[in-house]
């Protein structure tokens, strides 16, 4: 493995660069300039040490995207300490579960999950702050009481002619040091705790500010609507914005479709990083629609105004977002095929990027001007990629990835580890895809969801799914396996489905199968559609979780 720059030194050559910029702001809230952030971050170092924290424990931290969200997370890292973010939207067993699990001594946590947890469940910790104003909500350690009580006196001790860019030291990190301990799970008895050393995270953000700095600047906006407790954000919205000297803004509250348009609209980011309920979403809403009419159809019609009619959508799609992106990323699950082709019609800068918790997550990802219709990118730099098939062209198999940025293994889970990690270094995505002669990666669906045809043939519910989701009044929908038979699972368009009974409905989604069954082979048809009440529930990425419905 080829040694990297000390992480940290990406975080202390911001901070010293761009002092007196804006750093990090709560959305509708309060702004930190990066001088702001510095002294944050010493006061809780000063806290840390005199709790008895050492370099390599662990402190989680639980709560919606905020600025001191990402205060404490950087202050974790810049000690030496290792940070284990947790998905606020895992419910209080979870929490305490991986709490527990991975050992950690503190937790920091939002006004929200305080309510929830409990701390006698948790009796490894030695305390709970509060992340709005640090505040302490439990303490089993009279170090830590202390010290809270005392901080800022302490603080005053150690730095009594003011706090200044010469007092700016971080923790020197290892490459193969770990970082985080990122869990895909908080279910006891599937908990992963991906344990990602230093290295994964230079290798991301050093490939972001490689890739991305030449058109998103310093002191450019960027909007974290992710949560920063998944990678995806953590890494592309959060980290390499932060390390690129962006001025960050937080939404802070549930992010529902009304507040991340006005977001959108009053920060103008200038990288949108998003996953694809985001961007279908806003497109079947708000351009299909449009598209539709008869007048619209007919100019569709006409070459010459054609392409005056597409400039014009793609820039009201493009002022959507803000109107200041570089490019639109979309990853972390699968983009809608006629999305896709219809922003990529109309010329609007999107390109469709490939990872895994367990890459910290980047695989591939390729520049907007570069990017391969239906692919999902190339193989980024420090990371190889292969397709474990005869054939990679043509018969999908296993992708295989290794590199800079694979993780160290699952924590206190070796079995995982060696499953996920062959003996030569490349890790096992449980994805399958495909890969043409220009290395762009195309993905067919995960190795755990493909089904069986009745004569051996592989069938891939993900390719069936993306034809079904774009016929009338299919709003989500899965395809399940019973007795050999494939069926779909719909949940209809709530805001047209008010004009038909149910009766009507069902006699939409069969229409819906017969047209869909002509553009499938005889192996991958429907025998039958089944509508639901209520949305499937979906992952933090926003995928459907399959094995609830099998």
């Known amino acids: 493995m080829n040694t990297c720059p000390s992480f940290n030194e990406y975080i202390r050559q911001s901070i010293l660069n761009n002092w007196n910029s804006n750093a990090l702001t709560d959305y509708q809230g309060q702004t930190l300039q990066f001088h ?42 810049t000690y030496g300490a290792v940070v284990v973010p947790i ?40 305390g709970i702050l509060n992340l709005p104003d640090f505040s302490l909500m439990m303490s089993r350690s009279e170090q830590l009481t202390y010290a809270r009580e005392h901080l800022n006196m302490m603080f005053g001790s150690r730095y009594p002619r003011a706090f200044t860019k010469e007092d700016v030291a971080y923790h020197e990190d290892q490459p193969e040091e770990l970082a985080l301990i990122n869990y895909t799970s908080g279910t006891t008895g599937f908990s992963k705790g991906v344990m990602l050393p230093y290295r994964a995270l230079e290798g991301n953000v050093g490939f972001c500010i490689r890739r991305l700095g030449a058109y998103v600047k310093a002191g450019s906006a960027m909007l974290d609507i992710l949560p920063m407790a998944h990678m995806y954000g953590l890494a592309i919205e959060f980290l390499f914005g932060f390390c690129n000297g962006c001025h960050l803004f937080f939404l802070n509250r549930l992010p529902s479709p009304t507040l991340i348009a006005k977001a959108f609209t009053d920060v103008q980011p200038a990288l949108v990083v998003s996953v694809p309920l985001i961007i279908e979403k806003i497109i079947r809403k708000r351009v299909f629609p449009i598209m539709q009419t008869p007048r619209m159809k007919l100019l569709m019609a006409m070459p010459v105004v054609s392409k005056k009619v597409k400039e014009k959508i793609c820039e009201q799609v493009y002022q959507a977002f803000g109107g200041q992106a570089y490019e639109v990323i979309v990853g972390g699950a699968a983009l809608s095929k006629e999305v896709e082709q219809f922003l990529l019609s109309i010329g609007f800068p999107l390109t469709v990027g490939y990872g895994a918790t367990e890459c910290a997550p980047l695989i591939s990802y390729r520049d907007w001007t570069e990017f391969a219709a239906g692919s999902c990118g190339c193989a980024i730099d420090n990371m190889e990629v292969r397709i474990a098939s005869s054939d990679p062209q043509n018969v999908a198999g296993e992708i295989l990835t290794r590199g800079q940025n694979v993780m160290l293994g699952y924590y206190k889970n070796e079995e995982a580890t060696r499953q996920a990690l062959d003996a030569d270094g490349w890790y096992h995505t449980g994805d399958l895809g495909t890969m043409d002669d220009d290395g762009n990666i195309y993905i067919r669906g995960r190795i755990k969801n493909m089904l069986l045809g009745a004569n051996g043939q592989n069938i891939y519910p993900e390719e069936i799914e993306d034809k079904l989701s774009s016929m009338p009044m299919v709003s989500e929908c899965l395809v399940v396996q019973r007795e050999q038979k494939l069926v779909a699972l719909i949940y209809p368009d709530q805001d047209e489905m008010m004009n038909f009974s149910r009766q009507e409905l069902q006699d939409i989604m069969e229409q819906n199968r017969l047209e869909l069954n002509q553009q499938l082979p005889a192996y991958c048809r429907l025998t039958h559609m089944e509508l639901v009440d209520s949305e499937f529930q979906k992952t933090p990425k926003k995928s459907i979780k399959r094995y609830l419905y099998q």
């Open 36 to 77: 702001d952030v510095a002294r944050k971050i010493a006061k809780l170092h000063i806290a840390f040490q005199n709790t008895g924290i050492e370099k390599g424990d662990k402190i989680a931290v639980c709560g919606r995207n905020s600025a001191h969200w990402a205060v404490t997370f950087l202050a974790t890292l």
């Open 87 to 126: 998905l606020h939207e895992f419910n209080a067993e979870q929490i305490h579960n991986i709490v527990n699990h991975s050992g950690a001594r503190l937790l920091f946590v939002g006004d929200y999950i305080a309510k929830e947890i409990d701390p006698e469940q948790m009796p490894g910790l030695e």
